[in-house]
């Protein structure tokens, strides 16, 4: 059990919009700690996707983004396409465990 | 261009010492802020961090595994290596290397998350 907790799945139809939620608590996120989203299609190595909550490495297309409220971070894909059908992490820093922690992931279905 | 690759033992039996090497190119781990970091990933089942190590030698390991990793680099080889002794069936994982950038938060704390990764290596412990 990850102490930061995502939907095990999402799914949506090509072209529309999804969220990915990471939920925390006053020890992780709530307590400041920046959020990083990964993105990690089958057979491969996770790749990063955002940064600090909001920020997009050079060639990440702006379909994706990120935010942060309270306890929880969201990450955002919008004009769904084919390859985005990938699992997707969370990650940031716990105080309680004073370990840099995952999320469960969660895997994005696109219909 | 960076890149990170993972070498070792596909096959290792239990209580026996899981040694890894991460190789890579492209950035110098004498530079001030850069790390090198091990994540692991279980058949089916979430990341996990495992330790880092910075360009000042400054180390960190998760508390769970502690006792059992050992994380060196040599700069002069552009290596990072990861030793986990007594290894266990639940070590079965895909491990991968990965660098930290040097960033910090507007506060001037260091940020860590990892920005280019290694393919991975499939470690399998069993007898």
């Known amino acids: 059990q990850s102490v930061l907790t995502q939907p095990p799945s999402v799914s949506g139809a090509a072209g529309q919009r999804v969220t990915i939620s990471c939920t925390g608590s006053s020890f992780n996120i709530g307590e400041g700690y920046d959020v990083h989203w990964y993105q990690q299609v089958p057979g491969t190595a996770p790749k990063l996707l955002i940064y600090s909550n909001i920020n997009r490495p050079s060639g990440v297309p702006d379909r994706f983004s990120g935010s942060k409220s309270g306890t929880s971070a969201s990450l955002a894909i919008t004009g769904l396409q084919a390859e985005d059908e990938a699992d997707y992490y969370c990650q940031s820093y716990d105080s309680t465990v004073t370990d840099w922690v995952f999320g469960g992931g969660t895997k994005l279905t696109v219909l | 261009q960076i890149t990170l690759k993972e070498s070792g033992p596909a096959l290792v039996k239990p209580t026996q010492t899981l040694t890894l090497t991460c190789s890579f190119s492209?950035?110098?781990?004498?530079?001030?802020?850069?790390?090198v970091g091990w994540i692991r990933q279980p058949p089916g089942k979430a990341l996990e961090w495992l330790a880092l190590?910075?360009?000042?030698?400054?180390?960190r390991h998760t508390p769970s595994l502690k006792s059992r990793l050992t994380i060196i680099k040599d700069t002069s080889t552009n290596q990072v290596v990861l030793s986990l002794t007594d290894v266990d069936p639940a070590d079965t994982a895909t491990y991968y290397c990965a660098r930290r950038p040097d960033y910090y938060d507007s506060r001037g704390n260091p940020v860590v998350f990892f920005d280019y990764w290694g393919q991975g290596i499939l470690v399998t412990v069993s007898s």
């Open positions: 190590i910075y360009w000042d030698d400054d180390q």
């Open positions: 492209g950035f110098s781990l004498s530079t001030s802020g850069l790390a």
